[in-house]
């Protein structure tokens, strides 16, 4: 798939792949500007706006699947949107590309980019190409909010609900098992490094944004990423049995693996979504989840005791911050 | 002012030099969000985007002073917004930091970002930072223009005027000299260098926008970026002793430097404004031009002959694309 020397001029990957991704909206100018327009449809609407970035030997490795890496810059960043409690609009996508990657490596990300807009029904409208000895790809995402929601990472109350969407540590359980470090029968395998190489935004946010208090996804781990939102004001108290997980990571954990619970707090990449609401609105949230098939897990409550408190004793040192940065 | 290894957190860059960027708007919510939200004042307008991207090795050198980095960023977006006749509105920043990145840098690169947003009036509303290799810095602008109008780069009739703002090759000469491929004295060294470091966005743009049929900025050089903009559907001719020069740029021809005027058509990042216009409006281009402090010369007009064509004869051959990509 990957050959040594491309031959791929800007001109051609904009015109034979990346054209079909702008799904002739106007305000692009089918790519033949260098600027676009951004357009709502009406002015009961607002622009939320994210931006994310993934690297080689960072985030992905130079020999995966493209549709893997395409499905990870969309995740990160649509992820980002639905915790702003917005509906995907639109994106720019500024690609860095060594020399290794060619014209099948750019049909099958691009092929996976148009699978994804198709999904959750936005376009690209514009970008930037780079030369680069790393792979790098940096994306900008718009989504629409009502205007007059606002969605915050950190307001609430004592005694709000702390819960999370999906299950806590696939994704880190299959990078572990790509990693050597967990071995598993080849059927369990599959599913966790599935999961680990094309993650799933979860787009309940827009459809809960009128039941909340706070929202954000967890892209640095459900501890760190409980921590930012908590910002020093309050504490959390989590019932560790509460922590939602999957069949098969209970599997791992009863199978002695060396891995507990603990190191899968504070995983990155589970892209699930922490919800910080009301207990009066707690019928009305598992009744929303429960009507979009998704599922969501009361795991604790606001408390005044600063930082996060577990109901359970473990020791503590085995979660480590992670940081996308270090 | 570099050092070998670096100790800073994304929290500190965030907190200590970023967050003055953001000017206290409110859709920024102070950085402590993973999105922000963009509103414009009325429905008068709409939002145009762009995004652009500068690497180390390929658009500036590590050793460059981190002002002309934060120079160069803002430039090569600037510039696109003023071409699509909006005024700036605010901007998003990815930065990929190597190790030699220290806190002088990002004082330095900060503070002169901050003097551009000053000057343009914009703001920061939020980015992304990760580890890299290489210094690599992309950016997304936003700019708003009436609702009603809409720049094209490839609309234009028979006979319209051809404009160029500003002077040609400055910035070219300049790395020229820092390449030592040209000798001059130390003052029109200096004015050069200058040039090529520090470029700046032309912003006649947005005050010319109803008096145009077309325009670009030249990133890739004139000819390149006028030939995109003719997409093979008329031809120019061009004027060649109209094209602008600066005085400096006219002693370095006349000095026997090897380099010669079609050494400077397609030379990139001059970052002036192609502009096409009907010939009814030369007169409030040069008014409006002239009222405020812009440098416009008019160089040649659209004919019917396709391809770009001369006045007087050269040698082609001399005259090649820049392409930022190869």
Known sequence: MI???NNLSEKLIINKYLKKLNFNKKGTFNFENDGAYLELKNNNYKLTVTTDNISENIDFFSKDDPKSIAQKITTVNLSDIFAMGAVPHSYLLSLF???YINENWINSFTNQLKKIQNKYRFYLIGGDLSKSNKLIISSTFFGFINKNLEVFQNKFKLNDDIWVTGNIGDSKIGLEILKKNISTNSKTKQYFIKKY???KPHDLGPLIVNQINSMKDISDGLIGDLTDMLNGKYGALINLNKIPL?????????NKNNLKIENLLNAGDDYGLIIISSQKNRNKIMSISSRNNVKISCIGKIIREKGIH???HFDMKNIKKFDHFS
Do not use: R, W
């Open 310 to 312: 577990f109901d359970s």
């Open 3 to 5: 050959s040594k020397k």
């Open 246 to 254: 999957s069949v098969n990571t209970k599997k791992i954990l009863n």
């Open 97 to 99: 590309l060594p020399n």
């Open 197 to 199: 190489l094309y993650p």
